[in-house]
């Protein structure tokens, strides 16, 4: 038996989205079943809607900032109970027997099942992802959701979150740490905030200058114009880490100067070959490093979501029907957002 639920779906790169009827599966023994209350709009969405990577399949429910309430269980679930508010990320399962699943770096293993567009190896069937009724996912894929933080601002720390997160707590940042942020969206607002809350010294890179008010609202200690070179100057070999947020290709070979000795820019936004590129010199001079970092493991994952309970950090959201999908991507291509849109799925059947 499976279970047919509504949700919105994209039937071609081209296409509106649209109501569409599918098919989750039978809950399995180690199932959880959620009844999805908030989904948030990530930018790969939109990527993946409209095949920028070349790899979509359709129709593609999309969705993978997901919070909800547990309405049913497996026989084998023992983590959670019908009611509980819990969330699910950009991953639905892996294969829990290699060495990133061993390290709880789920997002790495070559067997991830993405939470969308993926298929899932167990079954044979495609996974839908938030933009819909309910979803069904195996219990070590499930988080627990703080009562204590709103449910739709958490909602982009399943993916905005913990893309910012992770290479936060891999690269040991902390009281005395020098961190800055490139670009100021859904990714960049979030790493303001946890780097500040994580005791950083905290800088926005922007082209902007008309950022810097909410960028210290948001947790900046500083505002560095990247297109100025007097202020550039200023901040030679002053970073730790560097996250770069910005989605899109664009030189690198700015910030590099600006690294510690030992520093590290990580990427975490776009995906691709850099152009121009990369100058190697002022890495090879003083030790400094380019990385890249994708999304966090569930135990990071639920680490990042029980530090924000603490500490009362959501995502700042937008909160739109569901009916209004497509302007939301017309939107965020422009970057008419502040700083995450979040689908109130009570408007699903509106």
Known sequence: MTLNVLGWAAQSAKAPMAPWRFERRDPRPDDVV??????????SDLHNVQNDWGFSTYPMVPGHEIVGQVSAVGADVKSFKVGDRVGVGCMVDSCFSCDPCDDGE???????????????????????????????????????????????????????GITTWSPLRHWQVGAGSKVAIVGLGGLGHMGLKLAKALGAEVTLFSRSPGKEADARRLGADRVVISTDADQMAAVADTFDLIIDTVPYVHDVNPYIPTLATDGTLVLVGYLGPLEPALNSAPMVFRRKAVAGSLIGGIRDTQEMLDFCGLHGITADVEVIGMQDIDTAFERLKRADVKYRFVIDMATLRA
């Open 34 to 43: 959620i009844d999805i209350l908030w989904c948030g709009v990530c930018h």
């Open 106 to 160: 789920e997002q790495y293993c070559p067997h991830c099942v993405y939470t969308y567009g993926h298929v899932d190896p167990k079954d044979g069937m495609t996974t839908y992802g938030g933009y819909s009724q309910t979803i069904v996912v195996t219990e070590r894929f499930v988080l627990k959701v703080p009562e204590t933080i709103d449910p739709a601002g958490a909602a982009p720390l399943l993916c905005a």
